[in-house]
């Protein structure tokens, strides 16, 4: 990412949480700009049957790999056990492949690019919950 292009698409008059920047309309990828103002924490997830590159601009994200325990079931979620955690800065990228299971944290404002396989919003995605040892 240029100065240029995280200027243009993640700067300070940008604060929408997430921004599709573009879509291709063959492939159907999806290019996005997310910008969370705060602290945030999302639960362990996956993308479905897509797969997610997440690129940090700004700030920094604390990212926990887990590993699925018990698949989710009759609307109960899944169970998943805790692999690493590792911070992503900026500069960093990292791929979430088809069924990689995560979830990001953030103690402060991060501003990050984000391509999808497929645009997840029109996704059904299951539910996950970290197993108790």
Do not use: N
């Not at 997610?52 to 979620?77: C, N, S």
């Amino acid at each position: 990412m240029t100065e240029d292009f995280v200027a243009k698409h993640l700067g300070p008059d940008v604060d929408a949480e997430r921004t599709i920047l573009y879509e291709d309309p063959d492939l159907h990828f999806c290019i996005l700009g997310h910008v969370y103002k705060g602290a945030k924490i999302s639960a362990p997830h996956d993308h479905g049957p897509s797969w997610a590159i997440y690129g940090q601009a700004t700030g920094e994200t604390e990212m926990t790999d887990w590993r699925l325990v018990e698949k989710p079931t009759d609307g109960k979620p899944g169970r998943v056990a805790k692999v690493r955690t590792y911070k992503m800065t900026p500069g960093m990228a990292h791929l979430y492949g088809e069924g990689d299971l995560h979830s990001p944290r953030r103690e402060a404002e991060t501003r990050l690019i984000r391509i999808e396989g497929i645009d997840l919003t029109k996704v059904k995605r299951d539910k996950y919950e970290p197993s108790t040892p």
